[in-house]
């Protein structure tokens, strides 16, 4: 089979292993302390182009997320989210296990506005009934989002405004990070996600590391006892100089030119070549994603076929005869492979 259905379907970049074979003895502290750790947290903080950003590791995303959301939130406070928003959809309730609620707002293309928080907001605030509903505190947005879709750095800074201007905090998830920041669509770099967030993270798992991700705080306010609840979540790895060793491997080099970057923008070229090719065909995108994640509209029939040989995503029916599904390429995809797909979507829709 040829697998499609994800972006965390191989190992971790080559350099990567080398990498943690080479610093394999190596004896350091533990729990994040070591100087592997120490270097990737001064990477991470030249790309946010801040000498003082806090920079924590954890080993998954939704581990990440949970982690970093309790911490932002008292115990009746939840978190605005698109309704197809990671954590309200594929974290299996993990926010809710830690006593929060997650308040779902209607999605465009995968994305929430500004608009639709401040009036969610102004509607709890001026219902005489709010202290028996749980209050907003936290905006949770994804880039790229669920559905490969891009915030713009107008769209990020409203958000953040409007965030500015309730007492809300806004948190990134940014698992497909590098996806999101190499697409030809994107306005935004990690400084700019930075400046306009109060927490982010970067995800390593899906983009070359084996596994791993990187919360940056940017609201200094909000990281007191930060490892505290790290290690009460189960996140404060013992090895942690493993997670360190991934990111410096990620990041060493200037600018766009480090390693997180290039192979983003590969992913990013073999999805765009993939959709583009599908379009040719005369079949219809779902969602007009220009990240690692493609949504095109298939007629089961051709389905059938397809998964004689190939893994997708299955996304959602259309109508009586087709369905959108969803092909993932990654840092490590083979243009072969975007290839032989290609071809063979050409052959089954003759």
């Not at 004896?27 to 070591?34: A, C, E, I, K, M």
């Not at 219809?284 to 949504?295: A, L, P, R, V, W």
Request: some cysteine.
């Amino acid at each position: 089979m040829i697998m499609f259905n994800c972006d965390y379907l191989e190992g971790a970049h080559e350099k990567i292993l080398e990498r943690l074979c080479e610093t394999n003895m190596d004896q350091t502290p533990g729990y994040g302390v070591d100087e592997y750790c120490d270097r990737a947290r001064a990477l991470i903080r030249e790309q946010v182009k801040d000498p003082d950003a806090y920079v924590q590791f954890l080993v998954g995303g939704t581990q990440t997320n949970m982690t970093v959301l309790a911490a932002l939130m008292r115990h009746h406070e939840g978190v605005i989210a698109a309704d197809t928003g990671h954590i309200a959809v594929h974290e299996t309730g993990s926010i809710e296990a830690t006593g929060h609620k997650v308040l779902t707002l209607p999605n465009k293309e995968g994305k929430i506005s500004a608009k639709q928080v401040d009036d969610y907001v102004k509607a709890h605030n001026a219902d005489e009934m709010k202290q028996h509903m749980v209050k907003p505190k936290v905006v949770f947005i994804s880039y790229a989002t669920e559905e490969g879709t891009l915030y713009s750095k107008a769209e990020l800074k409203d958000l953040y405004k409007t965030c500015k201007k309730h007492n809300l905090y806004l948190y990134l998830d940014g698992a497909r990070l590098g996806y999101g920041l190499m697409s030809e669509k994107s306005d935004l770099t990690m400084a700019d996600i930075y400046k306009y967030t109060d927490v982010f993270y970067i995800g390593g798992t899906k983009v070359g590391a084996l596994f791993g991700e990187a919360i940056v705080f940017h609201n200094h306010d909000l990281h007191d006892d930060f490892r505290y609840l790290m290690k009460q979540k189960g996140g404060l790895l013992a090895k942690g100089r493993l997670l360190g060793v991934q990111f410096e491997v990620l990041f060493e080099g200037k600018g766009k030119k480090c390693l997180y970057y290039q192979i983003s923008e590969h992913a990013d070229r073999l999805a765009i070549k993939l959709k583009e090719g599908i379009k040719a065909l005369g079949y219809e995108m779902y969602q007009d994603s220009y990240t690692n994640q493609q949504f095109p509209i298939l007629p089961d029939a051709v389905l059938g076929k397809l998964s004689k040989k190939y893994t997708y995503g299955y996304w959602c029916r259309v109508d009586e005869k087709h369905s959108a599904v969803r092909f993932c390429t990654s840092w490590a995809t083979k243009e072969e492979n975007v290839d032989q797909l290609l071809s063979d979507l050409k052959r089954w829709t003759k």
